[in-house]
């Protein structure tokens, strides 16, 4: 071997030698300010941890009143609010609640009889079909239903449309 390359092979060991121990070093030192690091943030919590808990504390003391006046000025107004609006509101629930009865008992009182196998009634605006211990009352007229095929008392619950002509 002539010098020349001893000398680059020298170089090679030299280089390599330095790259391992560098990364060696790099390795051992990326490890120890992780270690660093942790300590510092363990440490850092430990000193404001307290001191947020503390502000924290102060802060909810601080607002725990202005969250009971919210709450009160809240439930005050709910109040006036259900008393400006229930005048206003209850009569037209009661009319809706009447205009319902009125569209249903058409329907109501075609299928009920039906129902209840009283097929003389159907459509008729004096038939009740409610039990009372057990007895079915049909109508004022006939407690137990018509005898006929075809009650000489009904009355149709649909009410006719007027006639213009």
Known sequence: MNDWEVWAKDLSEFVENTARATGEWAEA???RAIEVADTVADEVEKQVSPTIEQW?????????????????????????????VT???TP??????????????PVSQTLDPLVNEHTACVGCRHYHGQAYSGNMLVCA???????QEKC???????????NNG
């Not at 009971?68 to 107004?77: A, F, P």
């Not at 009661?94 to 008992?105: G, I, Y």
């Not at 007229?141 to 005898?147: A, I, T, V, W």
């Open 29 to 31: 030192a990326i490890d």
């Open 56 to 84: 924290a504390e102060g802060f909810y003391n601080a607002v725990e009143p202005l969250e009971h006046k919210l709450d009160e000025e809240t439930e005050r107004i709910s109040e006036e609010f259900a008393a400006f």
């Open 87 to 89: 005048p206003l509101i």
């Open 92 to 105: 037209l629930a009661d009319s809706l609640e009447a205009w319902l009865v009125t569209v249903a008992t």
């Open 141 to 147: 007229m006939y407690p137990y239903g018509p005898d």
């Open 152 to 162: 000489p008392d009904w009355e149709s619950t649909w009410d006719q449309p007027f």
